[in-house]
């Protein structure tokens, strides 16, 4: 792929944070992006990494009527020594394409995809935060933008790749969450897009969000659409229980996220030892544990929250404290394992990680 590059002129560029630690999730975007325009016949043409500006859309955009939109979520680290580090890229890439396949929205080829980012990356490297904890956020995302109003796929999409600095996702930091079991309202049903990481799986989960926020807590954990007992996700993060000596997690049975950090933290509890599964678990079983004291702790993992330890979980107007509330040490070595593998801190033993030459 022949990508050109248009510099923003220096009129046009805006100030880096100057203050790391202040940095907010998602919002300062740096100074380029990268577009590909799709058309029929000739399918993905003029690649490009060009100033962060506007995309014009016409009104009838089908993305703006039938939600064909999907995107991704990555991060660039800066390591000590000033390597540029991505995390499994390819995981990403190919659920991006997974994701497509299934909202009928064409695919491009993964290394196409990752040229185009470290594309990018080589001119915007300069965003990219200095300190452990801050990385420059990356959010791949197609959209379809055919002007037409019936229903069925569209002929014209544009994929563009935009980055930021962030932080913490949640403002808590890597504090325990508090988190609201919804069992009112429902994200996904097997055989829907639950999979899929599409725009509208993120729309049907603002309500219940709201409601739980005015609540006073920080997100919502899912019930199954069908028996609404059964634990699938946080909506932003996969979830795990330590049970006893057990790490439990979903499935991946088609209606929650199969997470790319889901899957590393299953990969290195394995590794240490631990005995992990896979299974259905229900929100009963989860409220026992807790109160039996074998439940000893729950945390979250995805690429914006890594790894958040969950104090509380609320079900029936009910508050059930996780211990003693407090972060557990299974959710802390995971943490630091994974954040060392990503800034090059800790040896890469499965090779996850991708050295971009800047
Ligand atoms: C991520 O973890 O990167 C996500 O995409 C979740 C959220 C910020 C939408």
Same mark, same amino acid.
């Given at each position: ?8 002129? #220096? ?30 016949? !000739? ?12 995309? =014009? ?33 390819? !995981? ?14 064409? =695919?491009?080829?993964?290394?196409? !995809?990752?040229?185009?980012?470290? =594309? ?25 933008? #055919? ?36 069992? #009112? ?12 990481? =599409? ?91 807790? !109160? ?54 800790? #040896? ?11």
């Amino acid at each position: 792929m022949d990508i050109r590059i248009e510099p923003a002129p #220096e009129a046009q560029r805006r100030g880096k944070p100057t203050d790391e630690s202040k940095l907010v999730f998602g919002n300062t975007f740096s100074d380029h992006m990268f577009r590909l325009d799709y058309r029929e016949p !000739q399918g993905w043409v003029d690649a490009r990494v060009a100033p962060y500006q506007n995309i =014009t859309l016409d009104p009838a955009a089908m993305v703006l009527h039938y939600g064909q939109g999907i995107f991704e979520g990555m991060k660039a680290y800066r390591c000590r020594d000033g390597r540029i580090h991505l995390f499994r890229p390819f !995981q990403n890439f190919e659920r991006m394409n997974r994701s497509a396949t299934r909202l009928c929205m064409p =695919t491009i080829d993964v290394n196409d !995809q990752l040229a185009a980012l470290e =594309t990018l990356l080589r001119v915007d490297h300069g965003w990219i935060p200095h300190s452990m904890g801050s990385s420059l956020y990356i959010r791949p995302t197609m959209i379809a933008s #055919e002007p037409h109003i019936g229903v069925r796929p569209a002929k014209e999409y544009i994929y563009y790749i935009i980055t930021g600095p962030v932080g913490a996702y949640y403002a808590e930091g890597f504090s325990p969450v508090s988190i609201y079991v919804s069992d #009112e309202f429902v994200r996904a049903v097997r055989g829907g897009v639950g999979e899929a990481k =599409t725009m509208g799986n993120y729309a049907a989960s603002l309500f219940a969000a709201e409601v739980a926020k005015k609540k006073g807590f920080t997100q919502v954990l899912w019930l199954d659409g069908i028996e609404r007992k059964y634990i699938e996700e946080v909506g932003t993060m996969n979830i795990f229980f330590r049970i006893g000596d057990t790490l439990v997690t979903p499935p991946l049975t088609g209606s929650i996220l199969p997470g790319i950090t889901r899957d590393s933290v299953l990969t290195l509890a394995k590794k240490w030892g631990m005995d992990v599964q896979e299974r259905l678990i229900d929100i009963q079983e989860c409220v026992d544990a807790i !109160q039996s004291g074998t439940m000893t702790e729950i945390f979250g993992s995805g690429t914006a929250a890594v790894i958040s330890p969950v104090g509380s979980i609320s079900y029936k107007d009910k508050k059930y404290t996780v211990r003693d509330g407090g972060v557990g040490d299974l959710a802390r070595r995971l943490h630091d394992e994974i954040v060392g593998i990503q800034y090059g801190e800790k #040896e890469d033993v499965f090779g996850w990680v991708h050295e971009v030459k800047i």
